[in-house]
């Protein structure tokens, strides 16, 4: 482009880029109700998703080791994890936080406990969240580990009556 074709273009591209802008303020004026210019609230354009307000008591390792049957241990983590590596007398209940737990799981696993606490048990972060959602759907005496166990052979292995 030579010098004229640039001084053009730089005199067009302000029309150009008003045009659009002073259609919408017209627009906006024949309107029965215009649009305010300033919003009278502010907008809320995020917005964290909702989480549960109540959580589950914790237990810690030792405790539950040192009393394991006394309490009913649900393990959170998916069905085949659960048949490739478990512990003796734990009940498996996959947990998927993006679906809740049917009423039927339960209703099941209120006729396993036999009056027995539930401890939550799992890897990483899911057994926190599982627990959270079952005392969110009522169910009472329900713990899960202080700490948020990752290795589950470590957790297996302090778990287990050898």
């Not at 067009?12 to 300033?38: E, G, K, S, T």
């Not at 995020?46 to 309490?71: G, M």
């Not at 737990?101 to 209120?110: F, G, H, R, T």
């Given at each position: 482009?030579?010098r004229?074709?640039?001084?053009r273009f730089a005199?067009?591209?302000p029309?150009l880029?008003a045009l659009?802008?002073?259609a919408a303020?017209?627009l906006?004026?024949?309107?029965?109700?215009?649009?305010?210019?300033?919003?009278k609230r502010?907008?809320e354009?995020?917005?964290?998703?909702?989480?549960?307000?109540r959580t589950?008591?914790?237990?810690?390792?030792d405790?539950?080791?040192?009393?394991?049957?006394?309490?009913?241990l649900?393990?959170?983590?998916?069905?085949?994890?659960?048949?490739a590596?478990?512990?003796e007398?734990s009940?498996?209940?996959p947990?998927?936080p993006?679906?809740?737990?049917?009423a039927?799981?339960?209703a099941?696993?209120?006729g396993k406990?036999?009056?027995?606490p539930?401890?939550v048990i799992g890897?990483g972060v899911?057994?926190k969240?599982?627990?959270?959602?079952l005392?969110?759907?009522g169910a009472?005496?329900?713990?899960?580990?202080?700490?948020?166990?990752?290795?589950?052979a470590k957790?297996?292995k302090?778990?287990?009556?050898?």
């Amino acid at each position: 482009m030579n010098r004229d074709q640039w001084k053009r273009f730089a005199i067009r591209l302000p029309i150009l880029a008003a045009l659009p802008i002073l259609a919408a303020i017209l627009l906006n004026a024949a309107r029965p109700q215009p649009l305010d210019w300033v919003a009278k609230r502010p907008y809320e354009i995020f917005q964290d998703c909702p989480e549960t307000t109540r959580t589950a008591e914790t237990i810690s390792l030792d405790t539950l080791a040192n009393a394991l049957n006394d309490y009913l241990l649900v393990d959170c983590r998916s069905a085949e994890d659960f048949a490739a590596l478990s512990i003796e007398g734990s009940v498996s209940l996959p947990y998927n936080p993006l679906f809740p737990v049917s009423a039927e799981a339960l209703a099941d696993l209120d006729g396993k406990r036999k009056g027995r606490p539930v401890v939550v048990i799992g890897t990483g972060v899911f057994p926190k969240l599982f627990a959270a959602e079952l005392v969110e759907n009522g169910a009472a005496g329900v713990l899960r580990l202080e700490t948020l166990e990752t290795d589950w052979a470590k957790l297996r292995k302090a778990l287990s009556a050898d």
